[in-house]
């Protein structure tokens, strides 16, 4: 969903109809890296993109890609004990239960994980939108 510096996921580990696992690892050149230390927020940043690389590959609208943005977020929660890690090129683990859909509307209850610590966890709310066709 984004370039270098800040996109993070690496792989999808597993998609099933109600749960799917991505891998997310940041380069020192990450943004949200301050001395090798994740900075919260981009947990919910590490999520959405999990959540955009998931809904890819699981697009049933038979398109080639898909538009969209986060559009909201609830009872977010972060470790900050377990944040006193080096995660600079760390294995992140985020998990992402799949929630009711509403046309577009899609919702995730997310988790990153740090090996078995959790990093943070909390719901995302996502319009995904087939993209315009091209002028």
């Not at 998609?15 to 900075?39: F, K, M, Q, S, Y």
Request: hydrophobic share 40%; with cysteine.
């Amino acid at each position: 969903p984004h370039g270098p510096p800040i996109r993070c996921i690496r792989r999808i580990e597993a998609i099933t109809e109600r749960r799917w696992l991505a891998c997310a690892v940041l380069d020192e050149d990450h943004p949200g890296l301050d001395a090798g230390r994740l900075r919260s927020a981009y947990l919910i940043e590490i999520a959405a993109q999990a959540a955009a690389a998931c809904a890819g590959l699981t697009n049933s609208a038979g398109t080639e890609s898909q538009a969209g943005m986060l559009v909201g977020l609830g009872n977010w929660t972060f470790n900050h004990g377990a944040n006193h890690n080096d995660l600079t090129g760390q294995e992140l683990t985020v998990t992402l239960d799949t929630g009711p859909r509403l046309g577009d509307l899609h919702a995730y209850e997310a988790s990153i994980y740090y090996g078995d610590q959790q990093l943070g966890a909390g719901s995302l709310r996502v319009m995904l939108k087939a993209p315009p066709d091209s002028i």
